[in-house]
């Protein structure tokens, strides 16, 4: 961990104009509910333009936090009951969706084989790679637009698409996938393409490494960041994640390509959700019914919101909302943030010898904050009316947090480009006046260059978080 005056106000322009060269953060299990639930938690939303062209968005949406690799036999997988979508709003004067991408799973039932038949051949199914071979998953993929009239349009870009299997172990992936290696030649077999000749961009859905990295142990001991040794506690575990790669061209007003340069109108704004169907009945047998209405139970768009700002009474209702409702529901924590409260009752600004006055400035009134996520000091004007937590993107320009987050331009292969924990954690706490790290500055994989960017799944076999033991 690491704190350091430094000029008043120097953060926080560094934080606005996304010059930031260090590390990542999220949400995992950050409220009461979703806890119960990990298959729909979102833990993390990258969003970005490519360099340059610009004709390429990027999204990474992340779920199902702190998967243990070696949590055989039942592995982590997306639930067939779920409605994964990944929403996309434009302009400065609405955060209703212009497009959504809805992503639904299907699951083959586990073959059903006599363990009394000892002839059968290994891979029979009554071995546990086996049972596994027997079970597939796949996806389908829509797209949902909505026009200026609000007519809907409904596209389907992919069905049957096949899911990236769990990273098990070489005995179970040779049998299973055909392959001892679990390399990224083979994890490329699950990246598709989407629309006519892949025309509306590539898709691919499974297990990657958590690229999150932060000290969670310390921010949740009421911001105990002066105290312990800096872990990073997310390091060994994987997650689930759908990466889209989309035109930008499909996306804007006009369907040309962006234009170079600020623009409110090529400004987008990107979020990720999980929802449930109404009704779940339990059946004393075998399985269960699903019906009625989908329920949004779970939501992200910019890293930290509800685990570091909305406080606990209202983390559930945040998960169930949208963003266009935040400001009427939830603008208290945001302009009142709690954990500077935190702070202050465990002695971190006294300890730094902040003056009284001016941790009394930072309690109240952060319009800062306000301004920081609607990127007012890239010359944006979006109104409180149309403020919420989704992670802006603007087309035209390149991507730094927080214009988007992305995952390359990191000072090194296992950093992303901007550490929005420090970011973040630094503008909520100080407006900018003291930079304040967690002191997880990187992950524990190097990112990958090119599309889906997370680094591959830990194995089940060798990526444990078991402790050695003496032989």
Same mark, same amino acid.
């Given at each position: ?16 104009t996304g010059v930031v060269a260090t590390a990542g953060a999220s949400s995992h299990r950050e409220a009461p509910a979703i806890g119960f639930d990990p298959a729909a938690d979102n833990t993390d939303v990258w969003a970005w333009v490519n360099d340059g ?16 690799? !070696? ?7 997306? !639930? #067939? ?24 799973? *299907? ?5 059903? =084989?006599?363990?009394?038949?000892? !002839? ?23 797209? =949902? ?27 179970? @992936? ?9 390399? #990224? ?5 699950? +990246? ?10 590539? =898709? ?28 990073? @506690? +997310? ?48 059946h004393q047998g075998p399985g269960e019914s699903n019906f009625g209405s989908w329920v949004q139970v779970s939501r992200l768009g910019l890293p930290l919101v509800n685990e570091a700002l909305i406080g606990l009474q209202d983390k559930d209702k945040y998960n169930r909302t949208r963003p266009a409702k935040d400001v009427a529901n939830f603008g208290a924590y945001f302009l009142n943030p709690v954990v500077v409260r935190d702070a202050e009752a465990v002695g971190i600004y006294k300890a730094l ?7 009394? !400035? ?60 420090? +970011? ?9 006046? =003291? ?6 500055? *990187? ?29």
């Amino acid at each position: 961990m690491k704190l350091r005056h430094i000029a008043t106000g120097a953060l926080s322009a560094i934080a606005f104009t996304g010059v930031v060269a260090t590390a990542g953060a999220s949400s995992h299990r950050e409220a009461p509910a979703i806890g119960f639930d990990p298959a729909a938690d979102n833990t993390d939303v990258w969003a970005w333009v490519n360099d340059g062209a610009h004709d390429k968005l990027t999204i990474v949406a992340a779920y199902n936090p702190l998967e243990e690799p !070696s949590g055989g036999p039942n592995y982590h997988e997306f !639930s #067939d009951d779920v409605l994964y979508e990944v929403h996309i709003t434009r302009g400065n004067k609405s955060l209703e969706d212009v497009v959504t991408y809805q992503i639904q799973f *299907s699951s083959t039932d586990y073959p059903r =084989v006599d363990p009394a038949n000892l !002839s059968a051949p290994v891979g029979g199914g009554k071995e546990f790679f086996s049972q596994l071979s027997g079970r597939k998953q796949t996806y389908w993929l829509t797209k =949902v637009e909505r026009d200026a009239k609000g007519k809907t349009t409904r596209t389907v870009l992919g069905q049957g698409l096949a899911v990236a299997p769990v990273n098990i172990g070489p005995n179970t @992936n040779k049998i299973v996938y055909g392959t001892e290696k679990y390399d #990224d030649a083979f994890a490329g077999k699950f +990246v598709h393409g989407l629309g006519f000749n892949g025309g509306e961009g590539r =898709v691919f859905a499974g297990p990657r490494d958590d690229g999150f990295y932060v000290d969670i142990g310390r921010i949740f001991d009421l911001a105990n960041l002066l105290g312990g040794t800096p872990r990073d @506690n +997310v390091a060994g575990y994987n997650c689930h994640a759908i990466a889209l790669e989309i035109p930008t061209a499909s996306l804007t007003a006009d369907k040309q390509a962006p234009k170079a340069g600020a623009s409110d109108a090529n400004t987008i704004g990107v979020w990720a959700s999980a929802s449930r169907r109404q009704v779940r009945v339990l059946h004393q047998g075998p399985g269960e019914s699903n019906f009625g209405s989908w329920v949004q139970v779970s939501r992200l768009g910019l890293p930290l919101v509800n685990e570091a700002l909305i406080g606990l009474q209202d983390k559930d209702k945040y998960n169930r909302t949208r963003p266009a409702k935040d400001v009427a529901n939830f603008g208290a924590y945001f302009l009142n943030p709690v954990v500077v409260r935190d702070a202050e009752a465990v002695g971190i600004y006294k300890a730094l010898g902040v003056p009284d006055d001016v941790v009394t !400035s930072l309690k109240s009134n952060r319009l800062d904050i306000i301004d920081t996520i609607n990127l007012k000091a890239s010359g944006h004007d979006i109104p409180l009316s149309a403020t919420g937590d989704v992670l802006r993107v603007d087309l035209g320009l390149d991507s730094r947090f927080p214009n988007g987050r992305p995952i390359p331009y990191g000072a090194a292969p296992n950093k992303e480009q901007a550490d929005v924990t420090d +970011v973040l954690l630094s503008v909520i706490l100080s407006k900018g006046t =003291v930079a304040i790290s967690d002191g997880a500055q *990187s992950n524990d994989k190097p990112y990958l260059a090119g599309f889906p960017y997370l680094a591959l799944p830990h194995e089940g076999f060798s990526g444990g978080h078991g402790t050695a033991t003496d032989k």
